[in-house]
Nanobody, 123 residues
């Protein structure tokens, strides 16, 4: 098990930027692929981006490609989500999640979750 705590959400105007952080504690962080999901009101949870345990491979859903960047610092047990050129449709609660088994870029298998952080983008 790994415990996850997100931070960095907030209110930003369209076109602005935010950086989310997810701090992990517990087991060896580099053994876990890390992902970011989001859920907007009335919508299903969406798999946004993921990074492999080593940090060498990344995945992005089409709607955030070129705007969002996921990265991790295994020495600090932290994964980051840099969000640029934010749009109102990016408004959601963002969750980080971890998985130790399975393909990092598959949304299934993420079994450790943070509490979520709200991102609101105003138009």
């Amino acid at each position: 098990q790994v415990q996850l705590v997100e931070s960095g959400g907030g209110l930003v105007q369209a076109g602005g930027s935010l950086r989310l952080s997810c701090a992990a504690s517990g087991r060896t962080f580099s053994n876990y692929a890390m992902g970011w999901f989001r859920q907007a009101p009335g919508k299903e949870r969406e798999f946004v981006t993921a990074v492999s345990g080593s940090g060498s491979r990344t995945y992005y859903t089409d709607s955030v490609k070129g705007r969002f960047t996921i990265s991790r610092d295994n020495a600090k047990n932290t994964v980051y989500l840099q969000m640029n050129s934010l749009k109102p449709e990016d408004t959601a609660v963002y969750y980080c999640a971890a998985k130790s088994i399975g393909y990092y870029a598959s949304s299934s298998g993420y079994s450790n979750w943070g509490q979520g952080t709200q991102v609101t983008v105003s138009s």
